[in-house]
């Protein structure tokens, strides 16, 4: 089964108060309709979340985050590519990569369990362009 690659968007922003408050900022995105094709949170300090969001709909994230009065840090580009899971599958993404000269700053992978992977990559926008068709089947 081919690779499903393509370009994301992403958006960040810092939540103040207790961790549970920052969570409830996702009721609201849900509640507008706000589909995440992942999140990423990291705790800031006893009293800070930062959050990271990769939505479907950029807008509607946006448009979202207005409302509940959240200032995002964005849009920035990511890739994501969803794939048929397999022993060395990640080293394998990053071995094309490394041939096109793609340098990934971050990422975050994970299984689901029933044989598939999801891999999100934090490329420079002018890699996207490389590292999509490096990351192609």
């Not at 958006?11 to 409830?24: K, L, M, N, S, W």
């Not at 044989?115 to 990351?135: N, S, W």
Request: net charge negative; glycine share 8%; charged share 20%.
């Amino acid at each position: 089964m081919p690779a499903n690659v393509r370009r994301v968007q992403y958006f960040y922003a810092t939540v103040r108060g207790e961790p549970d408050e920052a969570y409830g900022l996702l009721t609201h995105l849900a509640e507008q309709g706000v589909n995440l094709l992942a999140l990423h949170t990291v705790p800031m300090g006893p009293e800070s979340t930062q959050l990271t969001f990769f939505p479907d709909d950029p807008m509607r994230l946006q448009n979202a985050a207005r409302e509940a009065g959240l200032v995002l840090e964005g849009p920035h580009t990511a890739i994501l590519v969803q794939k048929e899971d397999a022993i060395g599958a990640v080293a394998s993404l990053h071995t094309r990569l490394q041939k096109a000269s793609v340098h990934v700053y971050a990422s975050t992978a994970i299984v689901d369990g029933k044989g598939f992977f999801g891999y999100v990559l934090y490329v420079r926008e002018g890699d996207a362009d490389r590292a999509m068709a490096a990351l192609r089947d």
